[in-house]
Nanobody, 115 residues
C-alpha cells in the first residue's frame, strides 16, 4: 500500500486547509485511516482516525470542533479539513492506514500556521 499526502502549505492563523491522502496498491483490506502530526522537537501524535467500515471517528482534544476527517472509499482517499488553524497546529502531517494486520505511513506534508 502506498500513501500520498497533499494539501499542506502556509496559512495565517484562523485560516483553513484541506489535506488529502490517496491510497493505492492492496487497499481492499483497509479498516481504518487517520492523520498523525509531528511538530519540531515533539513526538508524533494522533490527530484523527476514521473507520472505513462504519465511518466512526476519533479526534484528539486539541483539534475537536476545528478539524473534520472524512473518506471516500470508492476513491481510497481520505481528507482532513482543518479550520480555525492555530500556530500550534504547525507540524508535518502524516497519513496512516491500517489494513490486513499491517500499518502504513505516508511521507508527510508540512503545514505551517503563521501568527
Amino acid at each position: 500500500v502506498q500513501l500520498v499526502e497533499s494539501g499542506g502549505g502556509l496559512v495565517q492563523a484562523g485560516g483553513s486547509l484541506r489535506l488529502s491522502c490517496a491510497a493505492s496498491g492492496s487497499t481492499f483490506r483497509i479498516n481504518a485511516m487517520g492523520w498523525y502530526r509531528q511538530a519540531p522537537g515533539n513526538q508524533r501524535e494522533l490527530v484523527a482516525v476514521i473507520s472505513t467500515g462504519d465511518g466512526s471517528t476519533y479526534y484528539a482534544d486539541s483539534v475537536k470542533g476545528r478539524f473534520t476527517i472524512s473518506r471516500d472509499n470508492a476513491k481510497n482517499t481520505m481528507y482532513l479539513q482543518m479550520n480555525g488553524l492555530k500556530p500550534e497546529d504547525t507540524a508535518v502531517y502524516y497519513c496512516w492506514l491500517r489494513g490486513g494486520g499491517m500499518e502504513y505511513w505516508g511521507k508527510g506534508t508540512l503545514v505551517t500556521v503563521s501568527s
